[in-house]
């Protein structure tokens, strides 16, 4: 089993910058692939970013050049964090972390909000 928990949500103004963070606890040596998605009121949960244990990262087109995503790879420590700059209030969302493991999950934390609004 695997837990994830979110932090760092909150409302910011247009053009400005949150940071988030995921951090995994329990089986996290199991863990390859850790990400972040994202679901705004009425629409389909979405990929935003995704950083494998080798460091290759992967991101949305909506968030290239805005967002980055990293993360602590060990087997005492396994977090990952997104930086997310230049919001926008098409940015408004619940952001949710997610790992992926070898034989089980994926697994998905509670959600943090993010809200973009002047």
């Known amino acids: 089993q695997v837990q994830l928990v979110e932090s760092g949500g909150g409302l910011v103004q247009p053009g400005g910058s949150l940071r988030l963070s995921c951090a995994a606890s329990?089986?996290?040596?199991?863990?390859?692939?850790m990400g972040w998605y994202r679901q705004a009121p009425g629409k389909q949960r979405e990929l935003v970013a995704v950083i494998a244990n080798d460091g290759r990262t992967s991101y949305a087109d909506s968030v290239k050049g805005r967002f980055t995503i990293s993360g602590d790879n060990d087997n005492a420590k396994k977090t990952a964090n997104l930086q997310m700059s230049s919001l926008r209030p098409e940015d408004t969302a619940v952001y949710h972390c997610?790992?992926?493991?070898?034989?089980?999950?994926?697994?998905w934390g509670q959600g943090t909000q993010v809200t973009v609004s002047s």
């Open positions: 997610q790992a992926i493991t070898h034989g089980a999950g994926p697994y």
């Open positions: 329990g089986s996290i040596s199991r863990i390859y692939v």
